[in-house]
């Protein structure tokens, strides 16, 4: 190995709109699975509604809270727009971090605006930190209320010990590398993202945030309906990834990072419901009474109480392939192969698919 992929490896690495490697190669089985452990959850969603650029986020939030609930996670706190001041954040991190002990798993989601900001420690190559944007007490956003990722990083791993594996979920502009997963900060702890977007894109509420959360949630749902009880992170990766790609023609781009400590298959997915889901596009695809599924679809797209009511933004509908959707199985063997074709048709070196 030359010195830049051992430098890479030491640091950890990350893979943007690629298949990774995602065998079950942990040895800590998610709590649902092992009986060990818990899940601690953290949801922020806002809607920047006393801005000039709103957003429709609360939507994805209430949808975390119901797949949190389906899977019989007892500690979840989800705050929403003003109760999203920095401060209650960094409060908030603290007090649910701090809940968590050496087998559990502390599960952060956000879903809203992010931004970039002037790089004031020298560790970004393009000179910038990317940012949450919360807001002030009245919904306001400014400088002041901006989260780096460098001020969040710090937070996380000052709030949890050194055996709770982390799992951030980010759905927002600017959120490729919004964890700074390859800060020395984070040393040995077992922590993985999955981003909607990259760090240089600027979509706002055109529909496409969201895409990343509803791919996800299909990718929870297909993987039950295949027989999958347990799975790797870098399994749920991919199957939103080709949720991403079939379902939503690729309209957002998807960026899964880790830490040295551990890989996409070396880390559990937590989230494993406990009984029956069923995403929200799924769902969608199943109210309407229709006789085939496409004309289901089709039906429950131009019904906008049917789309508030199973938490899909009006904006979502111009992007969903309605085929893409009716085929929506997923092949886990198919999957498990991505990581490695990847790597063998030269799209990504053997530590950036995360191949043994």
């Known amino acids: 190995m030359d010195l830049l992929k051992l430098f890479a490896a030491a640091r950890g690495d990350k893979q943007t709109n690629r298949s990774v490697a995602s065998d079950r190669l942990y040895d800590r089985a998610a709590p649902a699975v092992s009986g060990d ?42 705050m929403y727009d003003t109760q999203c001041t920095k401060d209650n954040v960094f409060r908030a991190i603290e007090e649910v971090g701090g809940r968590c002990g050496a087998d559990d798993y502390f599960v952060v989601y956000y879903s809203g605006h992010g931004t970039n900001v002037e790089d004031e420690d020298g560790d970004e190559t393009d ?38 594996r982390i799992v951030i979920l980010t759905d927002c502009c600017h959120s490729g590398t919004i964890a700074d997963l390859d800060k020395d900060e984070w040393g040995q702890r077992e922590v993985v993202s999955i981003a909607g977007c990259l760090d240089s894109q600027t979509s706002g509420d055109m529909g496409r945030g969201g895409i990343f959360t509803h791919s996800m949630l299909l990718a929870i749902d297909q993987l039950q309906d295949a027989g999958q009880d347990e799975y790797s992170i870098g399994m749920l990766h991919n199957a939103t990834l080709e949720n991403d790609n079939r379902v939503f023609n690729s ?58 009511q199973l938490g899909i933004k009006p904006q979502l509908v111009q992007f969903i392939n309605t085929a893409g959707l009716t085929t929506g199985k997923v092949d886990p063997e198919q999957l498990l192969k991505a990581g490695l074709e990847c790597y063998m048709a030269g799209g990504c070196t053997k530590d950036a698919c995360a191949i043994q």
């Not at 007490?137 to 990083?153: H, K, L, Q, W, Y």
């Not at 997915?269 to 085939?292: D, F, H, K, V």
């Open 251 to 308: 309209a957002q781009d998807i960026t899964i990072q880790w830490s040295s400590a551990t890989k996409p298959n070396r880390l559990a997915w937590p989230l494993i419901p406990t009984g029956e889901y069923r995403a929200p596009l799924t769902q969608a695809a199943q109210s309407t009474g229709a006789t085939n599924a496409e004309e289901a679809i089709q039906q429950a797209m131009i019904n906008p109480q049917l789309l508030a």
């Open 127 to 164: 000179g910038e930190d990317e940012a949450f944007c919360f807001v002030d007490p009245m919904g306001r956003i400014s400088r002041d209320t901006f989260m780096t990722d460098d001020e969040f990083a710090e937070a996380v791993i000052n709030a949890t010990d050194n055996g709770v």
């Open 37 to 78: 452990g818990e899940v601690h959850m953290l949801i922020m969603a806002l809607d920047y509604k006393n801005t000039a650029s709103p957003l429709t986020c609360s939507m994805d939030g209430r949808n975390m809270q119901i797949l949190a609930r389906a899977c019989g996670v007892q500690d979840c706190v989800a």
